[in-house]
Nanobody, 121 residues
């Protein structure tokens, strides 16, 4: 069974940076496309970024393009989301999600429990 575990959230001031990590266990990360989502209270869940198997294809939502960077280290079974120039509106619970094995980005059937990011002065 594939398991995802997010970490790295916390409190940061506007303009600051955080790096979120998604630890993948239960199977080899190389089989999976991985996405990052977020959801703030009262708002819909938003897909922020996805990285395909082998990292050949990466996509970003307009809301984070140029500020967030997704990366993966298959040897460590880790996926990262580097978040720079954070804004108060980036405050949310952040989730990583995996597509079914060998699938492309776009549909995800395994989710982590999330990590909270709060951007506030």
């Amino acid at each position: 069974q594939l398991l995802l575990d997010e970490s790295g959230g916390g409190l940061v001031q506007p303009g600051g940076s955080l790096r979120l990590s998604c630890t993948v266990s239960g199977n080899t990360l190389a089989y999976y496309a991985i996405a990052w989502f977020r959801q703030a209270p009262g708002k819909e869940r938003e897909e922020l970024s996805c990285i395909s198997r082998r990292g050949e294809s990466i996509s970003y939502a307009d809301s984070v393009k140029g500020r967030f960077t997704i990366s993966r280290d298959d040897a460590k079974n880790m996926v990262y989301l580097q978040m720079n120039n954070l804004k108060t509106e980036d405050s949310a619970t952040y989730y990583c999600a995996a597509a079914p094995a060998s699938w492309a980005c776009g549909f995800y059937d395994t989710w982590g429990l999330g990590t909270q990011v709060t951007v506030s002065s």
